[in-house]
């Protein structure tokens, strides 16, 4: 039969509407979740991000885990916000100290997811560079260091410096105990990027800013623009310890009454994916992105 002399097909029905997107159940420790937990998770109009990323290692004797998650307040709107917290991990050449970058993008910058990935990008690689050739670690020349780089960045991208504006946090935590069972770790930070030490009830804040009254969410410190004010400590963790470098979507979390739930769940180190679970949990007015990297030493 000729082209021209086949019967035309019948027209077809609509498809019908599939089944409803799943909603997955973040942990709720608090009780209420937020609205936009249930939300389905839209892109943002450029090429995305990964809203999600995560580790699980092994180095020496420390136990590593980490995550980072877009929060449902960029996910959730149309069109959706990247995911502006960033974190990278890594060690020296010796391999004696593990090496922990955070940072958390502005979310008044328009480009400050693409400023915290190269923040954290650029302390672990000057602070791997420094100890190999066994420098002192210097914490200005480290943020400058960064600073630098996110500007560069920011040239290129054809915006301002401004518009990749974050805080962080660089930590060097050595591998292995000393003879007394202690470790020193180097901490160097701007702004509420923290650290936290376990408690058997909860978590004891030990670097990063406390957010007080009204203007808590407003930061004074932050790069590329401020890296002469660079704050270090040396924090001591007694063996067993368990420290958490995270951004404030966690230490919101600690701080309205969830650290108790989070001190149960990092007891021990979990799966990586009830750990991703974990990080992205579900609490009414909690909405920011969250990034957490949870050392365990010694297990």
Known sequence: MGILN????????????????????????????????GEPWRLPDEPAISGIAADAVRVGALTVRAAS???????????????????RLGRDQARRHLLVAVADGMSDSSRSHLGANVAVTALIGRLRADLARGAALDAPALFLDAARQMSGMAAQQQVTENDVRAAALAAVVPVEPAADGRRLVWAAWLADVGAWVRADTGWRRLIGDDKRGLDGDVLTEFLPFHP??????????????????ATDGIGDGFADG????FAGRWADPPHIASFVADVGYDARGLLDDRTAVVIWCDR
């Open 228 to 245: 002469d004010r660079v704050r270090t400590a040396q924090l001591t963790l007694e063996r067993g310890a368990v420290l958490a470098l």
């Open 69 to 87: 998650l877009v929060g449902p307040a960029h996910r959730c709107a149309e069109p959706a916000q990247h995911r502006q917290d960033a974190y």
């Open 6 to 37: 086949r019967r035309r097909a019948a027209p077809t029905a609509p498809a019908a509407a599939g089944p409803p997107e799943p909603v997955w159940d973040f942990p709720r420790p608090l009780g209420a979740g937020a609205r936009q937990a």
């Open 258 to 261: 969830a650290a108790p739930w």
